[in-house]
């Protein structure tokens, strides 16, 4: 089980690896990307005990995966009636529009009423991954309409 602080270093290092263009492909990280992010951890986090396989190897996916499954609740074809809240962090919905995405959408259940930390840091490392379409969001458009709208009751729609 990954701490707050873990999680936080983790997604500083690999939003740091975008940012300066070391160790990322056009959509994927380079190998050897792993053994970095170990090295920095350890920096960061002494006496972490975490590894590149299969520690950091299984986060990544892992917020690979939660990242698509809330990029695509908040932007996903089809979707509506989905926002994200930037002050708590969550994505937001009436009931039954959860209710009837989650019946065919099992992984968006762990969503509801739970905060993603460092999800905007996430879309932009994934943003390849996610973004698709005519009417895509990335993650600069995300941040641009954050600083743009920093009031309580800011949401993103689909």
């Not at 932007?75 to 962090?89: I, P, Y």
């Not at 509801?112 to 895509?136: Q, T, W, Y």
Request: net charge negative; hydrophobic share 35%; glycine share 8%.
């Amino acid at each position: 089980m990954w701490t707050d602080e873990e999680d936080r270093e983790l997604v500083y290092a690999l939003f740091d690896m975008v940012n300066t263009g070391n160790h990322k492909a056009d959509n994927d990280f380079k190998s050897g990307f792993l053994g970095v992010l170990e090295g920095v951890l350890h920096e960061k986090l002494p006496g972490c005990g975490i590894k590149a396989k299969p520690h950091i190897e299984s986060r990544v996916k892992t917020l690979k995966r939660d990242t698509g499954t809330v990029f695509d609740m908040v932007n996903g074809v089809g979707c509506s009636g989905f926002g994200w809240d930037f002050n708590t962090n969550m994505v937001v919905a009436e009931k039954q529009v959860w209710d009837g995405y989650v019946q065919s959408h099992k992984r968006a259940a762990h969503w509801k009423n739970r905060s993603f930390p460092h999800c905007d840091m996430l879309c932009i490392i994934f943003e390849k991954d996610r973004a698709m379409g005519k009417d895509a969001v990335i993650a600069d458009d995300v941040l641009e309409e954050v600083s743009r709208n920093e009031s309580i009751d800011t949401k993103f729609e689909c």
